[in-house]
């Protein structure tokens, strides 16, 4: 079946450090690429997507690019602020035989310290 | 619009009781689903629904019964509370065209954190 593997954690960064939370996928076909950010006490919302190879998705800062060859989808960002700490979901959504049966994976806890 | 809505935020339970988590969406998603999130376990997938009237298993569905009935609707339902469906629960739907394409994104409900004694 399809699954995803991503970054354990959690990562502790100072305040302006570089960020880097890998994800690697196995799944059918050529699903679109999401992650997903959970804020304390709040549900999941979408960060940034990628819905073909070597698209690049960007959200407030953050960076993420579609690697096909690698099936790879690693989350950046330059500079990291407090309000940046949160739980980090990578997920890919493919179709096909796969349809509805979504993988998240377990999630990074990011920790920034002023 | 309100988007994904549960109810209710908090539930505690004994065990052996009944309960109903309810989930509802205002944006005519054809792609409703729930989750469960326990701690170090990310989220995994309990039932999902393509349709009303159409729902499948997931990854954890054992305990769990749902039903669709309308588009708007997707309740949670379990027959028979046990210390291990402790966990916070998620619903979340989306726009999904056809099968053979990749999924869009997903809007999730701010949750249910659920006890059982």
């Known amino acids: 079946g399809d699954s995803v593997t991503q970054m354990e954690g959690p990562v502790t960064l100072s305040e302006e450090a570089f960020l880097t939370i890998n994800c690697t996928y196995t799944a059918t076909g050529y699903p679109s690429l999401f992650w997903y950010v959970q804020y304390p006490g709040e549900g999941l919302q979408l960060l940034l997507k990628?819905?073909?190879?070597?698209d690049k998705g960007s959200n407030k800062g953050f960076e993420a690019t579609y690697r096909k060859e690698t099936t790879s989808f690693h989350l950046e960002k330059g500079s990291v602020q407090v309000s940046d700490s949160a739980v980090y979901f990578c997920a890919p959504s493919p179709g096909g035989t796969s349809y509805g049966k979504l993988t998240f994976g377990q999630g990074t806890i990011l920790t920034v310290h002023p | 619009n309100a988007g994904v809505t549960q109810t209710p935020k908090f539930q505690v339970l004994k065990t052996g009781q009944s309960m109903t988590l309810q989930c509802a969406q205002d944006m005519n998603h054809e792609y409703m689903s729930w989750y469960r999130q326990d701690p170090g376990m990310g989220l995994r997938l309990i039932h999902y629904s393509v349709g009303a009237g159409i729902t499948d298993q997931g990854e954890v569905p054992n305990g769990y019964n749902v039903s669709r009935s309308t588009t708007e609707d997707f309740p949670l339902r379990l027959l028979s509370a046990a210390p291990s469906q402790t966990s916070v629960y998620f619903c979340?739907?989306?726009?999904?065209?056809?099968?053979?394409?990749?999924?869009?994104?997903?809007?999730f409900g701010p949750g249910t954190r659920l006890t059982v004694l």
């Open positions: 979340a739907s989306s726009y999904w065209a056809r099968p053979e394409l990749p999924g869009d994104e997903q809007f």
């Open positions: 990628a819905t073909k190879a070597d």
